[in-house]
Nanobody, 115 residues
Framework: VQLVESGGGLVQPGGSLRLSCAAS????????MSWYRQAPGKERELVAR????????NYADSVKGRFTISRDNAKRTVYLQMNSLKPEDTAVYYC?????????WGQGTQVTVSS
């Protein structure tokens, strides 16, 4: 399993970023996918999850209405559109898939929200 995130960077408060996670090594369309984040000194937390078909999503309360998770099974990619970013969204963002009783993570992409 390989998960490769991209799209992070420095953005001003109120700005937007779109994260991507390219997946390989497993049958992507069979698995739910998630985005997590970890801020310095804090535990890793679930941000958003999407079912394998994309028919259902759920979000952390802190990002509802601002973030949107989506996927393209043909491209084996999951996305996180982040709008109205706040300084408290600053974290390393990780792509995740739970497969065969194992948590699989990407290397993470840094998102920094600062003026």
């Amino acid at each position: 399993v390989q998960l490769v995130e991209s799209g992070g960077g420095l953005v001003q408060p109120g700005g937007s970023l779109r994260l991507s996670c390219a997946a390989s090594g497993f049958t992507f369309s069979s698995y739910d996918m998630s985005w997590y984040r970890q801020a310095p000194g804090k535990e890793r937390e679930l941000v958003a999850r999407i079912t394998n078909t994309g028919s259902s999503t759920n979000y952390a309360d802190s990002v509802k209405g601002r973030f949107t998770i989506s996927r393209d099974n043909a491209k084996r990619t999951v996305y996180l559109q982040m709008n109205s970013l706040k300084p408290e969204d600053t974290a390393v963002y990780y792509c995740h898939v739970y497969r065969r009783l194992y948590n699989n993570w990407g290397q993470g992409t840094q998102v920094t929200v600062s003026s």
